[in-house]
């Protein structure tokens, strides 16, 4: 069983997902840690409910502390608001993944997240966005993709629309993501992910 840290900003739906299948044994992992950067975040409520180590905390080397006190083996961005340092990345090269709203590389990087990126699909006027689950490099959202899924924007669509629609592959992609990561079944060839079933 792996230990899994998750770094999260705000109401933690993807962390919940996370628990609900480690719980299921669906991930061979265990969430041993939730580390966010915003005291009031609602998905450190999630952690605590879940009997699971839960840490409001800004300063980056303190979090790489926590992680490594924890033994963490993965560490999972799951709606993590903040660019982690090339030094993180080093301290856990390979080690972190990061699930974005959008079908990188069309609306990433920084300044692109949350509603913000479904804002900008709806103004550009693309025909299909969804999510993208990559380990995280020192650029942001640049990382090697290990899956994406795809969501249809239609002309009904709104930011809340599809911002559920996404958040639905979102929980799907990035669980099977962490699910083959814990089962040894990921490996990275220059840019590309490929997947050892």
């Given at each position: ?6 770094l999260?900003s705000?109401g933690g739906t993807?962390?919940q997902?996370?628990?609900?299948e480690?719980?299921?044994g669906?991930?061979k992992?265990n969430v041993?840690v ?11 409520q999630?952690?605590k ?7 409001y905390?800004?300063?980056e ?6 992680l ?13 608001l ?35 990126v479904?804002?900008?699909?709806i ?7 969804g999510?993208?689950?990559?380990f ?8 090697p993709?290990i ?6 924007v239609k002309?009904?669509?709104?930011v809340?629309?599809l ?12 669980n ?6 814990c ?9 590309r992910v490929f997947?050892?079933?």
């Open positions: 069983m792996l230990n899994i840290g998750v999260v705000g993807n962390l997902s996370i628990i609900d480690t719980k299921l669906n991930i992992g041993s939730v580390v966010s950067n915003k005291e009031n975040a609602y998905a450190l999630r952690a409910h879940n009997n699971i180590d839960a840490i905390e800004t300063n080397d303190k979090i790489i502390e926590i490594k006190a924890h033994e963490v083996d993965l560490v999972v961005l799951a709606g993590y903040k660019i982690i340092s090339p030094k993180f990345v080093s301290e856990f090269k390979n080690k972190i993944i990061n699930i974005h709203p959008s079908l990188i590389p069309s609306f990433c990087g920084e300044g692109y997240y949350g509603e913000k479904h804002q900008a699909v103004d550009y006027g693309v025909k299909f966005t999510a993208t689950v990559h995280v490099n020192e650029v942001a959202d640049n990382g993709i899956m994406q899924k795809i969501v249809e002309q009904i669509d709104d809340k629309t911002a559920k629609k996404v958040l639905e592959v979102e929980h799907e992609i990035l099977e993501s962490i699910r083959l990561f089962e040894n079944k990921l490996s990275i060839v220059g840019r997947i050892n079933e």
